[in-house]
């Protein structure tokens, strides 16, 4: 029975908490700043639609080949060297931006890209279950959707950051270009792919920074059992399989491959939308409304998270995914600046999806709540396969028309806000 008024968490655990919040805020860096990369590196390396959303393609790849390996290490090292490890891996993707901006190879930078997803992998399969048994188990969700709140601050961050320091607003036509010599060309292209090199050195930076604090930090190791939490190693004989017995998890990981598929979608072709909705908007204008967007989502993180201590989690998270598919809608059938705005909502609407799916799916688990997150971690895949089947569609149709496929996926997740989530322990076999 869920009890929206329980407190967040206990004291003992609040340095913990604190802590590993803030890693939500870091690797909102690595995914948003992709929304900014796709059109980047589309105009650099004059790149289709489907080819751009390669991009997203390699980053959630990363998370889907490190999701189930970083599951089965965590058991193994415990959270606290998971996370390490998760943030070094990280700084190494992010620093091979270096070299691959100097070779100027597309292909290089979906390489780069997938070595941090992996490193970021480890990161969402080590905290997002740890934040949702730093205290009772009633206030898990509003929990894991505070945390998640400074993944939104960082997203609305990050593109500020990669309109500034990435997008160079040197625009030219497709006659243009045409005709450039091979020489100017390259020295374009070259001009384009080298501005990420900032921006990436930067974020290395920053995730050996952290990685330090965290190194001299204390967190306590928790271990599960039969839905409790105890603070000392465990290795609990189970049969690993047996997870699959448990299918408000099955069912949460299919409704988490879909919200991310949908709301990686929408974000990676925020500024794309905008200028095939409202023809001749530059760039920079464009990425205004992805700003927007992703305030939003901000903004619905944090009063989301209000809003569950008064309202259930599965209700809130019905009405959220209700009014996204209201909006979807808009942005396939509307015409003039209405669709537009339509997809700046959904910023706010997509907020409390990630977090409260994950919070309900492993719900009960008990000793398989890392394996449980591993696959939760796993099914980010979505943001892999979505963005590329809305780009196949674009290419042969309209943009527009590709939001078709998110308007699914949020078909599903309300489907599990008002039914799936429901939690009934494994089932006989």
Known sequence: MNNPSAPLTERRYIMAFVLVTSLFFMWALGVNLNDILIPHLKKAFRLTDLQSSLIQSAFFGGYFLSALPAGWLMERIGYKKGILLGLLTCAAGAFLFIPAASIGLYGFFLFALFVMACGQGVLEVAANPYVTILG??????????????????????????????????????????????????????????????????????????????????????????????????????????????????????????????????????????????????????????????????????????????????????????????????????????????????????????????????????????????ALLVMSIIGGAIVPAAMGYISDASSIQKAFVVPLICYSYVLYFAVRGYKPAGPTET
Not at 280 to 302: D, Q, S
């Open 136 to 373: 009772p188990p009633e206030s898990s969700e509003r929990r894991l959707n505070l945390a998640q709140s400074f993944n939104a601050v960082g997203a609305v961050v990050t593109p500020i950051i990669g309109r500034a320091f990435i997008l160079s607003g040197i625009e030219y036509s497709a006659s243009q270009l045409s005709a450039m010599t091979p020489e100017q060309s390259a020295t374009y292209s070259a001009l384009e792919a080298s501005r990420v090199r900032g921006p990436y050195l930067a974020i290395t930076a920053l995730f050996l920074l952290v990685a330090a604090l965290l190194y001299f930090a204390h967190l306590p190791e928790i271990r599960e059992v039969s839905g409790e939490t105890l603070l000392e190693p465990q290795n609990a004989p189970r049969k690993r399989w047996d997870i699959w017995r448990y299918k408000h998890l099955v069912k949460g990981v299919v409704a988490q491959f879909f919200y991310v598929g949908a709301q990686v979608g929408v974000t990676s072709f925020v500024i794309r939308f905008t200028q095939h909705t409202l023809p001749n908007t530059p760039e920079k204008v464009a990425a205004n409304f992805l700003k927007w967007h992703l305030i939003g989502f901000m903004v619905g993180r944090f009063a989301g998270s209000a809003m569950m201590k008064r309202i259930a989690p599965p209700r809130l998270l019905g009405f959220f995914a209700a009014c996204a598919f209201l909006c979807t809608l808009t942005a396939i059938a509307g015409s003039g600046a209405a669709p537009v705005w339509a997809v700046v909502l959904l910023g706010f609407f997509d907020s409390i999806m990630f977090p409260t799916i994950f919070a309900l799916s492993v719900k009960n688990l008990g000793v398989y709540t890392k394996l449980g997150s």
